[in-house]
């Protein structure tokens, strides 16, 4: 196809086009232009109560997550605004620790239905079917069927004034993944644990890698790294 011709059919959207949108396809239109983003499952326990039963175990899925640094190892992930009840974001507040789990292909089903709007006391994982695991380092569960997994303490959480949302910045201090995916090097392969990728709102995606490469250097010819098979 001629590619002036592609150029010449592309339609244009400005300002006032978005802004006119109905409000659910204009969400779905703005969530689908930022590209693949991972798919995760927050683990969180709301706090325990006076009288000592224990708190309920939370789970919701984030398509959020963010690197902020390595040293130390941070990760961000955004909120929507608190207008209405947020049971995860909530949990974090009170307790200061959750779990970071990726969705594999084998639980997307399950996955998506932590978004339909449970009661504050109904926990997701027994109704949607997945099982929470609990270690000694943070008291927030984990998904035993995901197969990377992060535990995370709060550091900051910052509410954004231009649309009200949250950034909820927390640092890693526990990593649950088999060795097989991870490369003398560091390199975890998300994609031979099949984690999966989301798009807009509700789409989800298996990835296929294309290469991986080396440092890139001014004047120098870039080579690709081998990915050890698993």
Wanted: proline fraction near 3%; include cysteine; aromatic fraction near 6%.
């Amino acid at each position: 196809m001629n590619k002036k011709l592609v150029n010449a059919q592309a339609k244009h959207f400005n300002a006032s086009d978005i802004d006119n949108m109905v409000q659910r396809v204009r969400a779905n239109f703005i969530n689908s232009l930022s590209g693949f983003k991972s798919g995760n499952l927050i683990g969180t326990r709301s706090a325990s109560k006076k009288d000592g039963t224990k708190g309920v175990d939370n789970l919701a899925v984030v398509s959020s997550v963010f690197h902020i640094g390595a040293h130390p190892p941070l990760l961000g992930m955004i909120m929507r605004p608190h207008t209405v009840p947020r049971d995860t974001l909530q949990n974090i507040k009170d307790t200061g620790e959750y779990t970071i789990n990726h969705i594999c292909a084998s639980m997307v089903e399950k996955a998506h239905q932590t978004s339909a709007r449970y009661d504050f006391e109904e926990s997701e994982f027994e109704k949607i079917g997945l099982t929470p695991q609990m270690t000694d380092q943070v008291k927030a569960p984990y998904v035993l069927e995901s197969h990377i997994k992060l535990g995370m303490q709060v550091q900051d959480i910052q509410l954004l004034a231009i649309n009200q949302t949250e950034l909820v910045i927390g640092q890693i201090v526990e990593v649950i993944v088999e060795p097989q995916w991870v490369s003398d090097d560091g390199y975890v392969d998300i994609e031979a644990a099949g984690s999966v990728a989301i798009s807009s709102l509700d789409s989800y995606h298996s990835t296929q890698r294309i290469a991986r490469y080396g440092y890139a250097k001014a004047n120098e010819k870039l080579h690709t790294i081998p990915v050890k098979k698993t």
